[in-house]
């Protein structure tokens, strides 16, 4: 039986857009990886033929051992060569735009900084649990046959920049990467970049590093997806459905354009618009919640537990605590304001993460948590037996212009 503990990875954008990415971690196993590929137990896990514009996506144990993680790899490349790297378990997060990567997966490359004023770029990427420092590089990124060149990409855990200012935390503890478990992560969300905090330091005198420039678009990191000559203007993730106690491994797909291609049509789909941030209106339990949002980077769906307190419990274990533990299974139903202001009913269960997690699976559709606010978090679980869309913003389909969610049942 897994022994399980919460991790929250939840990276704030400056327009107040909450990207959110809660993985329940094993404690028992796993370990952040510094190879492109490790070994057995699923560490390393298999891909499926697709077409030219999708790659695979494996929601198992991977390198982390950790629940309800989609799991992708990208091929990064030193600009205009072929000199490049293939990163697999990669966390694949429509919550965050950008790629981020472990520096110890890509030392044979050698990345170019992003300049300006002749010092180089560094990040710091706030996250609920902590912030990720690191330079701003170029890189050619790879995905099956697309390609986004020469686009930034943030290095995590560089020992180059070693040291971290204060107003990034100011100590590894805080660090993102050191909690990850996973070679980097995959921001593939609604946005073109990521409009966080920049700084413009030399590496070994951070005096300057106390105040944020402001970073023209095109130099922040950038959406992969929205940098690609074709197919930029949205994903797609299918899932296949999961039972009621899991799976140990599920396989899906991760699409590239919609409306672009035979394989990538919104026709039938659902579509959700949203406001500029990213927000939409789901009503549950005869409750609004006016900043609701699809993530694929949380590990389940988080939403307050209101009236229902006494039915979705806390989980009494410390390693659960914020998962919801009911004595048995629950059954709902959300609203979720669609194009056209109709509503659309998405049905969902609320489990006992306690007892799911003790039959030592992966993939999960009915995990669910506690969170505060105003929010209605849905995250993964909301994947499995959907294909879910993703318009970036200020990009057209036939479903909508971006930024807008869409599914399929």
Same mark, same amino acid.
């Given at each position: 039986?897994?022994?399980?503990?919460?991790?929250?990875?939840?990276?704030?954008?400056?327009?107040?857009?909450?990207?959110l990415?809660?993985?329940?971690?094993?404690?028992?196993?796993?370990?952040?990886?510094?190879?492109?590929?490790?070994?057995?137990? @699923?560490?390393?896990?298999?891909?499926? #033929?697709?077409?030219?514009?999708?790659?695979?996506?494996?929601v198992?144990?991977?390198?982390?051992?950790?629940?309800?993680?989609p799991?992708?790899?990208?091929?990064?490349?030193?600009?205009?060569?072929?000199?490049c790297?293939?990163?697999?378990?990669?966390?694949?997060?429509?919550?965050?735009?950008?790629?981020?990567?472990?520096?110890?997966?890509?030392?044979?490359?050698?990345?170019?900084?992003?300049?300006v004023?002749?010092?180089?770029?560094?990040?710091?990427?706030?996250?609920i649990?902590?912030?990720?420092?690191?330079?701003?590089?170029?890189?050619?990124?790879?995905?099956?046959?697309?390609?986004?060149?020469?686009?930034?990409?943030?290095?995590?855990?560089?020992?180059?920049?070693?040291?971290?200012?204060?107003?990034?935390?100011? +100590? @590894?503890?805080? @660090?993102?990467?050191?909690?990850? !478990?996973?070679?980097?992560?995959?921001?593939?969300?609604?946005?073109? #970049?990521?409009?966080?905090? *920049?700084? #413009?330091?030399?590496?070994?005198?951070?005096?300057?590093?106390?105040?944020?420039?402001?970073?023209?678009? #095109?130099?922040?990191?950038?959406?992969?997806?929205?940098?690609?000559?074709?197919?930029?203007?949205g994903?797609?993730?299918?899932?296949?459905?999961?039972?009621?106690?899991?799976?140990k491994?599920?396989?899906?797909?991760?699409?590239?354009?919609?409306?672009?291609?035979?394989?990538?049509?919104?026709?039938?789909?659902?579509?959700?618009?949203?406001? +500029?941030?990213? *927000? $939409?209106?789901?009503? $549950?339990?005869?409750?609004?919640?006016?900043?609701?949002?699809i993530?694929?980077?949380?590990?389940?769906?988080?939403?307050?537990?209101?009236?229902?307190?006494?039915?979705?419990?806390?989980?009494?274990?410390?390693?659960?605590?914020?998962?919801?533990?009911?004595?048995?299974?629950?059954?709902?139903i959300?609203a979720?304001?669609l194009?056209n202001?109709? @509503?659309?009913?998405?049905?969902?269960?609320a489990?006992?993460? !306690?007892?799911?997690?003790?039959?030592?699976?992966?993939?999960?559709?009915?995990?669910?948590?506690q969170?505060?606010?105003?929010?209605?978090?849905?995250?993964?679980?909301?994947?499995?037996?959907?294909?879910?869309y993703?318009?970036?913003?200020?990009?057209?389909?036939?479903?909508?212009?971006?930024?807008?969610?869409?599914?399929t049942?």
């Open positions: 039986m897994p022994v399980l503990s919460v991790f929250l990875t939840i990276l704030l954008r400056s327009i107040a857009f909450p990207f990415a809660v993985i329940l971690v094993a404690c028992s196993g796993g370990s952040t990886s510094s190879s492109s590929s490790s070994g057995s137990d @699923q560490s390393s896990l298999p891909s499926i #033929n697709l077409a030219a514009n999708s790659i695979s996506v494996n198992g144990a991977g390198t982390a051992k950790n629940i309800n993680t799991y992708v790899s990208v091929t990064i490349c030193q600009p205009g060569t072929n000199i790297k293939n990163v697999d378990n990669i966390l694949l997060d429509t919550g965050s735009t950008g790629l981020r990567v472990l520096a110890s997966t890509i030392t044979s490359l050698q990345l170019s900084p992003v300049v004023n002749n010092a180089s770029i560094l990040e710091c990427a706030s996250f649990s902590g912030t990720a420092w690191g330079p701003v590089k170029l890189a050619d990124v790879k995905m099956s046959s697309e390609v986004a060149s020469s686009i930034p990409i943030q290095i995590l855990a560089d020992p180059s920049y070693s040291t971290i200012p204060t107003t990034c935390g100011g +100590s @590894q503890d805080t @660090q993102i990467s050191t909690t990850l !478990k996973t070679n980097g992560i995959l921001g593939i969300g609604l946005f073109v #970049n990521d409009s966080q905090s *920049y700084f #413009n330091c030399i590496p070994t005198t951070f005096s300057n590093c106390r105040i944020s420039l402001s970073l023209t678009p #095109n130099l922040q990191v950038q959406n992969p997806v929205a940098a690609f000559p074709v197919d930029n203007n994903v797609i993730i299918k899932l296949p459905a999961v039972g009621a106690t899991g799976s491994l599920v396989t899906g797909s991760l699409t590239f354009g919609i409306d672009t291609q035979s394989n990538n049509s919104s026709t039938g789909s659902y579509v959700i618009p949203t406001s +500029s941030s990213g *927000y $939409f209106t789901t009503i $549950f339990n005869n409750t609004t919640f006016s900043s609701s949002f993530d694929s980077g949380s590990n389940g769906l988080y939403f307050p537990s209101g009236s229902l307190s006494s039915i979705l419990v806390n989980c009494s274990s410390a390693s659960l605590s914020g998962f919801y533990c009911p004595a048995a299974t629950q059954s709902y959300a979720l304001t194009k202001s109709v @509503q659309g009913n998405v049905s969902f269960s489990a006992n993460a !306690k007892n799911l997690v003790a039959n030592g699976n992966y993939a999960y559709d009915n995990i669910t948590g969170i505060g606010g105003n929010i209605f978090d849905w995250g993964l679980p909301f994947f499995f037996g959907r294909s879910v993703f318009g970036i913003t200020g990009r057209t389909s036939n479903a909508s212009i971006g930024p807008y969610y869409a599914y049942n």
